[in-house]
C-alpha cells in the first residue's frame, strides 16, 4: 500500500482541486443582461423588510468575481457610499459593476434619490475606466432596470 505521508499529500491535492474548482465555477458565473442579475439577487434580497444595497463586481468578460452587500438600511433607504463602491471595485480589479438595491414596500419606480445617486456612482466609476452598467431595485414582483430602461 501506500504511506501515510503519501496518503495526506493525496488528500491535500484533492481538496487543492476542489477549492481550485469552486473558485474557478463562481467566477464563471455571467452576468450578461439585467435578468441574470436580478436571479442572483433576489435570493438574497427577496424576504428582507428593511433595504439593502448590493454590488456585483464583474471581470471585462461581464463574469461575476464577487457580490458583496454594501449597506443595509432602514424601512425606506439605505446609504451607498460611493468610495466604497470604488474600494471595492478597484480592490477585486473589477471592470464593470452592477448595483442593486430592494425596496420593500415592493414598488419598482426609482426615487429621485435613487436616480441621482445612480448618476453620482456612474461618474465616479467612470473617473477610474470603471463601468457601471446597470442598477437594479429589486420589488417582490419584479425588478426595474435602469439599463433596460435606457436610463444611462
Not at 426609482?110 to 453620482?120: G, K, L, V, Y
Request: proline share 1%; net charge neutral; hydrophobic share 45%.
Amino acid at each position: 500500500g501506500i504511506g501515510q505521508a503519501k496518503a495526506a499529500m493525496i488528500v491535500a491535492t484533492l481538496e487543492l482541486g476542489k477549492r481550485r474548482s469552486e473558485s474557478a465555477s463562481r467566477e464563471k458565473i455571467l452576468m450578461n443582461n439585467s435578468r441574470r442579475a436580478f436571479d442572483d439577487l433576489y435570493a438574497r434580497m427577496a424576504d428582507l423588510s428593511h433595504e439593502e444595497a448590493w454590488v456585483l463586481l464583474l471581470n471585462n468578460s461581464n463574469h461575476l468575481i464577487e457580490a458583496k452587500q454594501i449597506g443595509k438600511g432602514g424601512l425606506t433607504e439605505t446609504l451607498v457610499d460611493t468610495r466604497i463602491v470604488l474600494k471595492l471595485a478597484l480592490d477585486a480589479l473589477a471592470t464593470k459593476v452592477i448595483l442593486c438595491h430592494n425596496h420593500p414596500s415592493g414598488c419598482l419606480r426609482p426615487s429621485r434619490a435613487d436616480i441621482q445617486m445612480t448618476e453620482r456612482l456612474r461618474k465616479a466609476l467612470q473617473a477610474v475606466d470603471i463601468i457601471l452598467v446597470d442598477h437594479l431595485i429589486l420589488g417582490e414582483n419584479g425588478y426595474y432596470s435602469f439599463a433596460d430602461e435606457m436610463v444611462f
